[in-house]
T-cell receptor, first 107, second 114 residues
Framework: KNEVEQSPQNLTAQEGEFITINCSYSVGISALHWLQQHPGGGIVSLFMLSSGKKKHGRLIATINIQEKHSSLHITASHPRDSAVYICAVASGSRLTFGEGTQLTVNP | EAEVAQSPRYKITEKSQAVAFWCDPISGHATLYWYRQILGQGPELLVQFQDESVVDDSQLPKDRFSAERLKGVDSTLKIQPAELGDSAMYLC????????????FGPGTRLTVT
């Protein structure tokens, strides 16, 4: 079993829909990251959080340390949100990555 | 805004050839990471540097891979000889500064071995 599990693996939505991507982990962590990877390959950090909730524009990330679970929500989804979303857990400086969720938002 | 630079962006090489990738981290970042990402999977750490010293290279296939960061700034990852299974995205990241554990990723080098 992977230390970091994401669901779903693939997600297709219509423009405007509310989207949720889930991440569960089995190890102790100091922080959790949500990352976005576009088809060109570069990775952009969306959030780093260790408790509670963070919001940036249409993106919201939550974490429940007791349940070892995090969610990434996208409100009013748009085709430009189409990308791979990766959850990564940090133990000190080391990151362990999930396999990613491929999101496709259709117009 | 400061960015992590990588080159080349794309590389096609034949099996058994040597190939090298270059990474220039964000200025002042002491920690540099090389990751390999196979298509459809998350990145896996190959090597981590703190300044010029290797902190973790436990997942680096040392029979064919080498990495150096001689002056503690930019870094080179080399594969010799390349194998078909090395086809992947090679990502460099750096961390340091005010948010010391947040990693900033470069655009990656996509390697295809034929």
């Amino acid at each position: 079993k992977n230390e970091v599990e994401q669901s779903p693996q693939n997600l297709t939505a219509q423009e405007g829909e509310f989207i949720t991507i889930n991440c569960s982990y089995s190890v102790g962590i100091s922080a959790l990251h949500w990352l976005q990877q576009h088809p060109g390959g570069g990775i952009v950090s969306l959030f780093m959080l260790s408790s509670g909730k963070k919001k940036h524009g249409r993106l919201i990330a939550t974490i429940n340390i007791q349940e070892k679970h995090s969610s990434l929500h996208i409100t009013a989804s748009h085709p430009r949100d189409s990308a791979v979303y990766i959850c990564a857990v940090a133990s000190g400086s080391r990151l362990t990555f999930g396999e990613g969720t491929q999101l496709t938002v259709n117009p | 805004e400061a960015e992590v630079a990588q080159s080349p962006r794309y590389k096609i090489t034949e099996k058994s050839q040597a190939v090298a990738f270059w990474c220039d981290p964000i200025s002042g970042h002491a920690t540099l990471y090389w990751y390999r990402q196979i298509l459809g999977q998350g990145p896996e750490l190959l090597v981590q540097f703190q300044d010029e010293s290797v902190v973790d290279d436990s997942q680096l296939p040392k029979d064919r891979f080498s990495a150096e960061r001689l002056k503690g700034v930019d870094s080179t990852l080399k594969i010799q000889p390349a194998e078909l299974g090395d086809s992947a995205m090679y990502l460099c990241a750096s961390s340091g500064g005010q948010s010391s554990y947040e990693q900033y990723f470069g655009p990656g080098t996509r390697l295809t071995v034929t």
